[in-house]
């Protein structure tokens, strides 16, 4: 909490009570002071009440207080139609319609007086901190799991590899007995001149087995 000075009005009320100082209680003080705050509106943050034994007589002075939220003198429309009437409460009542409003024995009319521009201290919060900023969430398991993907990729990419490799070779070994067991034409007509009689044998055995 820090605490702030603002310029105030205060309107002092001053009772002249008809009872003995002992007959004021705690109790009495209270519901003296809940009365005048119910008759005059004085609420904060807008009024303040608080009450004083005024010296040399038996009376109690009521203070109603009246801050400037905006630093200026000068009060709010608002708070200036709380303090008129308050004003008003205390200037035009007798002692009956005193004692009768606030309920404790009045022995004569309130006397007031105004003072402006006093200095009022007033507590108030500190701003809130600034919000912190989201905290970035770390995966430790971020780099190993990397890794195992790289790995899974690698090992994907040998498998059709080696799938492809081995139809290669098994399509060219299945080309090469096509080869061997099928002569070209020049094998054949070799085979057919007379210098060759086993090749003659050869292509009529060849020709027997299409």
């Not at 002249?16 to 119910?38: C, G, H, N, W, Y």
């Not at 034994?53 to 608002?78: K, Q, R």
């Not at 005193?98 to 919060?125: E, K, N």
Request: hydrophobic share 50%; net charge positive.
């Amino acid at each position: 909490m820090r605490v702030v000075t603002l310029p105030a009005t205060v309107l002092s009320a001053t009772l002249p009570l008809a009872m003995d100082a002992a007959a004021f209680t705690p109790s009495v003080e209270a519901a003296l002071q809940d009365k005048i705050r119910s008759r005059t509106s004085c609420y904060a943050p807008a009024c303040r009440l608080e009450l004083r034994v005024a010296a040399g007589s038996f009376a109690v002075a009521a203070e109603l207080t009246y801050p400037s939220t905006d630093g200026n003198a000068t009060l709010p429309a608002s708070t200036t139609a709380l303090f008129a009437v308050a004003q008003s409460f205390f200037d035009d009542s007798n002692a009956s319609v005193l004692s009768s409003a606030l309920q404790v024995a009045i022995s004569a009319p309130a006397t007031t007086r105004l003072l402006t521009s006093q200095a009022m201290p007033l507590a108030v919060a500190p701003p809130p901190p600034p919000a912190a900023p989201p905290a970035v969430p770390h995966h430790s398991g971020g780099a190993a799991g990397g890794a195992l993907f790289a790995t899974i990729i690698v090992a994907a990419l040998l498998v059709v590899l080696g799938a492809a490799v081995g139809w290669r070779r098994r399509a060219h070994a299945k080309q090469l007995q096509v080869d061997l067991r099928q002569p070209t034409p020049q094998q054949l007509l070799e085979w057919n001149t007379p210098d060759h009689p086993k090749a003659n044998s050869r292509a009529s055995a060849f020709r027997g087995s299409l």
